[in-house]
């Protein structure tokens, strides 16, 4: 099982940035996945979710009409649209597949998920 984060890296402020996290070896069909973020010294957060199934999203407040998360089924792939970004939001980005589409999503919490990638460097600075 294997799941593959990539478009993390250098922004300036105000900039945008895709990520990609692509699973193999297991399908996303009939999970939730979240994307959090961990900045040095601080704990990790949530920044979306998606249910696979039904296609509902959550984001936390401080992320709302900044981010956007969005999935390719045919690619088992989820993606992570981020704007308007600002140097707080420098940090390691990880996306995390539940073991099933059975959680709430609004939530957002790190212990419902049960595979995770290795994370990728978000960086927004000038």
């Known amino acids: 099982l294997q799941f593959v984060e990539s478009g993390g890296g250098l922004v300036q402020p105000g900039g945008s940035l895709k990520l990609s996290c692509t699973a193999s070896?297991?399908?996303?069909?009939?999970?939730?996945i979240g994307w959090f973020r961990q900045a040095p010294g601080k704990n990790r957060e949530g920044v979306a979710a998606i249910n696979i199934p039904d296609g509902g999203t959550y984001y936390p407040d401080a992320m709302k009409g900044r981010v956007t998360i969005s999935r390719d089924n045919a690619k088992n792939t989820v993606y992570l649209q981020m704007s308007s970004l600002k140097p707080e939001d420098t940090a390691v980005y990880y996306c995390a597949a539940s073991g099933s589409a059975r959680i709430r999503i609004a939530h957002m919490s790190p212990a419902q998920y049960d595979y995770w990638g290795q994370g990728t460097q978000v960086t927004v600075t000038s």
């Open positions: 070896g297991f399908t996303l069909d009939d999970r939730a």
